[in-house]
């Protein structure tokens, strides 16, 4: 779902999501911005994370992990399964604990933050449509009730951007896997985030998706927006990222896609027991 939530240069984790300090502060949602042509210019944050570490019981899930996203950039983080990415997603959306310093530090007044998860756990037997689901994510007005006349042009644009605009009064459980991923992606469009996240994305996209979500990216990027990015597809992040970091469980490399995306980096990232490279 988005994190409609905001937060200036502060320590963020677990205070994300909740009032502390007035560091954070609710966005309004109750007027949309307009999506007629591109996205409006932003200014997305800067993302440093210093000395982050997360352990359940015994188990280490994230050692140390130290590297920094650019504002405005497609920042790509990749790495095997249980390697840690998803949980510091979850540190940084305030849904874990962990030690260690996360700093948002927002160009001017704090913004809006996005979150597009990997997949929707529903239950498909719901007559709950597209425009219903787009209601209860982007509005307060109850979706029983309809679109809001605020957000019905700026739903209807978001979906029209994802290729979904035709299919607005479908179930969503009659839909693909694929087609749910792309209403996630419009509903990250409400209301436009200065600062993305995205854990992969891509999972369950076809091609019309996977095209339809690529251009979404170069939109992202031209309009300013920081973009941290969870993804497997390693051919896609090395033609679309700006700059991929290398995490199991700790920071292995941190660099260009073509200085990172190497034979040997990719080896001893994603074996069992990896390295630290120089």
């Not at 994300?16 to 109750?30: F, G, I, M």
């Not at 694929?178 to 469009?189: N, T």
């Not at 292995?252 to 034979?263: I, K, R, S, Y």
Request: charged letters at 20%.
């Amino acid at each position: 779902m988005t994190a409609k939530e905001t937060l200036n240069e502060s320590p963020v984790g677990a205070s994300l999501l909740a009032r502390t300090d007035s560091a954070v502060t609710h966005t309004s949602t109750d007027t949309p911005l307009s999506r007629a042509g591109s996205l409006p210019q932003v200014s997305g944050p800067t993302l440093d994370f210093v000395d982050v570490s997360l352990t359940l019981g015994r188990t280490t899930i994230l050692d140390n992990v130290t590297f920094k996203v650019h504002p405005g950039s497609v920042h790509a983080l990749v790495g095997p399964n249980g390697g840690g990415k998803s949980s510091l997603i979850k540190t940084l959306l305030g849904q874990m604990p962990h030690q260690g310093r996360l700093t948002l530090q927002w160009p001017g007044n704090p913004g809006t933050i996005g979150y597009v998860p990997q997949a929707l756990e529903f239950d498909r037997g719901l007559p709950m449509t597209v425009d219903d689901f787009m209601a209860a994510m982007c509005q307060r007005r109850p979706a029983f009730l309809g679109l809001s006349k605020h957000y019905a042009a700026a739903i209807g644009e978001a979906l029209e951007r994802v290729g979904m605009q035709d299919k607005r009064k479908r179930r969503m459980g009659a839909l693909s896997g694929g087609e749910r991923q792309r209403v996630l992606l419009a509903q990250g469009l409400i209301p436009a985030p200065q600062l993305l996240v995205l854990d992969e994305p891509m999972s369950a996209l076809d091609e019309a998706g996977i095209q339809v979500f690529e251009r979404l990216l170069g939109d992202w990027r031209q309009s300013g927006i920081t973009v941290l990015w969870i993804e497997h597809d390693l051919e896609a992040v090395g033609r679309l990222a700006d700059h991929v970091t290398g995490l199991n469980r700790r920071v292995l490399f941190d660099a260009t896609p073509q200085q990172a995306l190497t034979p040997d980096r990719l080896l001893t990232l994603f074996s069992t027991h990896p390295r630290s490279l120089a």
